[in-house]
């Protein structure tokens, strides 16, 4: 319909509960950075990104039909507002269709979804088999007609590219953890739902039904889309044509890559985060978690003329993946199955005493194509610092559950060694912890957690007694932890089996390769390049997921490409790179943590 024209709607200024920034519409500084770049970027060239609705809508001028679809947490109202007052389409006639129209009934859209989400207070689901067009009656895509009249036909709102006539299409992105912030604000709601839940339901809601459908519009759409638009800063989006973009994806997959990573605050989190990484909000409480790599939910950085751009990490999978993941490909498609975060208990708390589940159970009941098995690499701690592994000896299942229930049911202290084991922790230690095995970090370290990449799927048994950081129980999962628990995991097998015996395995005077053995369930190796001033490997078919763990900054050297990466950054090499060169840059032995895929 055409639509009236009215002033501008004022940004809202409470869409996002947040402590953490908001990424900058501008990089801050160019070139190498003399610290941790929590904004890593590549660099398309000049003028390839914009700004400001007003740019977009010159765009949209020169087009006859055009479709604006996009990712959960868009505010289309917002959207349409602006360029409905833009300049540029001032003295169109601009037809206007608003494809959430031709959604099915809620009730028809909650009875569709409801399967998928399990139990009503549990935080799991089982991934959806569901696509985009099974969210909107058919007969009304059907039925929708362009004005011939119009100068401009734009159809706006999720699923819009479904429409059965030619278009330009623009793509409207938002990073997840941006949805979540608005997600906490009470500013969005999930597809086709009206009304908001409690924040740890509509998290479930996306990750298992939203996330999965328009990821697979995503993917779909990975060849018809036309321009990208990334909408966190609401009142000034940058944009840019997709073809560039496709053209950095492609030199990214044989080159490296860095995702953006953030940070959130958590019931045990700790100090060091705050401590060593510059340009994060320092007033907070702690930080728990740094998404280094947890694809899933991170992004990718742009810049042109300072400009910055973030799209989400399934573009470069979608168009990319057999270069990233060299012969692992036929295996895993468009997964990327490696994850790197950080667990910061320093100067925190303890973890929960937790497990993960085993393949067959996490396939079976939630969905997932892998499993959750992890290994603590000990970037950094204090004398006191441990890690909780493994059985006692002399563990009774039925005793242990019997107490756990308890503690639970009436708020009683266990005494938790009683039953788990724990260790002292030092610094560049292994530790092993494949699907089914009992563990926590304890407080006094930061953890480089390896992981393979699903990373919600935590059953906690025993939390302390604590609150969350909004003072709510946090949520115990007693019975799926016993449906995975593996009791023979105890006494001196632990030692012998969860601890990785790092090996030398190659040695000069000026560099030593160091093998850390991984468990049997593990899918992924583990080794370390400790070099004094350069190193060349190859990466055999695989990708090579890595991090500066001691040093100040190496130079790395691939196909050309050469970046400057400082100590705890994540970096990627893709299989398709295939030989690349480290340097130190420091006047200390460089100490670099290595994972692929085995």
């Known amino acids: ?135 909107f009656e058919e007969e009304k895509i059907n039925s929708l007609i362009t004005e011939n009249g119009a100068d401009l036909n734009i159809v706006y709102g999720f699923g819009a590219s479904l429409v059965n006539f030619d278009y330009t299409l623009i793509y ?100 060091w985060i705050k401590e060593h990484i510059e340009g994060l909000n320092k007033d907070v409480v702690n930080y728990a978690w740094a998404f280094s790599l947890i694809v899933p939910e991170n992004g990718l950085l742009f810049e042109s003329n300072d400009n910055l751009l973030e799209i989400s990490f399934d573009f470069l999978m979608n168009q990319e993946a057999e270069n990233i993941l060299g012969s692992y490909h036929e295996k895993f498609g468009t997964e990327f199955p490696i994850r790197f975060n950080f667990l910061d208990t320093y100067e925190g708390g303890n973890l929960s005493i937790q497990c993960h589940p085993s393949l067959n159970y996490i396939q079976n009941v939630f969905g997932e194509n892998i499993t959750q098995d992890e290994c603590y690499y000990i970037l950094d701690c204090d004398a006191n610092a441990s890690v909780y592994l493994g059985f006692q000896d002399n563990i009774d299942p039925i005793d242990f559950r019997n107490n756990l229930v308890r503690s639970q049911e009436e708020n009683i202290e266990l005494e938790i060694t009683d039953y788990v084991q724990k260790h002292k922790s030092n610094k560049h230690d292994l530790y092993l912890i494949p699907n089914g095995t009992v563990h926590s970090a304890g407080s006094g370290n930061m953890v480089l957690e390896i992981s393979a990449t699903p990373y919600i799927f935590t059953f906690k048994m025993y939390d302390w007694l604590r609150l969350d950081l909004n003072g709510k129980p946090r949520p115990i999962n007693i019975d799926h932890a016993f449906n995975n628990l593996q009791f023979e995991r105890k006494g001196d097998k632990v030692q012998q089996e969860l601890f990785s015996h790092k090996k030398q395995i190659e040695q000069r005077a000026d560099l030593e390769i160091i093998h850390y053995p991984t468990h049997k369930e593990h899918f992924y190796g583990v080794r370390r390049l400790d070099f004094d001033n350069s190193i060349e490997s190859k990466t055999d078919g695989s990708c090579q997921v890595m991090m500066l763990v001691e040093g100040e900054k190496i130079l790395l050297e691939v196909n050309g490409y050469r970046q400057l990466l400082n100590y705890a950054e994540t970096f990627v090499v893709p299989a398709a790179a295939d030989v690349f060169k480290l340097t130190n840059m420091s006047a200390v032995r460089a100490k670099v943590v290595n994972a692929y895929l085995k």
């Open 1 to 135: 319909m055409l639509k009236e024209r009215k002033p501008n709607k004022a940004v809202i200024e409470d869409e996002r509960s947040t402590s953490q920034f908001l990424m900058p519409v501008k990089k801050e500084f160019k070139g190498d950075t003399p610290r941790f770049d929590i904004y890593p970027s590549y660099d398309l060239g000049p003028d390839k990104i914009f700004t400001g609705y007003d740019t977009l809508a010159n765009y949209i001028a020169e087009q006859k039909i055009v479709c604006l679809d996009g990712f959960s947490g868009i505010n289309w109202k917002d959207i349409i507002d602006n360029l409905f007052n833009s300049l540029a389409l001032k003295d169109l006639k601009v037809n206007f269709i608003n494809f959430s129209n031709n959604l099915k009934p809620e009730d028809e859209i909650k009875s569709m979804v409801t399967p998928f989400l399990g139990e009503e207070e549990s935080v799991w689901g089982t991934r959806c088999s569901l696509q985009m067009k099974d969210f």
């Open 172 to 271: 409207f992105d938002l990073p997840k953890n941006e949805l979540q912030y608005r997600m906490r604000a009470g500013t969005v709601t999930n597809l086709g739902i009206s009304n908001k839940k409690e924040d740890f339901k509509m998290y479930k809601h996306y990750y298992f039904i939203d996330w999965v459908v328009m990821s697979g519009e995503k993917e779909r759409l990975a060849n018809e889309i036309d321009v990208m638009v990334d909408t966190q800063h609401q009142d000034e989006p940058s944009w840019a044509m997709m073809q560039e973009l496709k053209m950095a994806l492609k030199t990214m997959s044989k080159s490296f890559f860095r995702v953006r990573p953030w940070f959130e605050p958590g019931a045990w989190g700790g100090k």
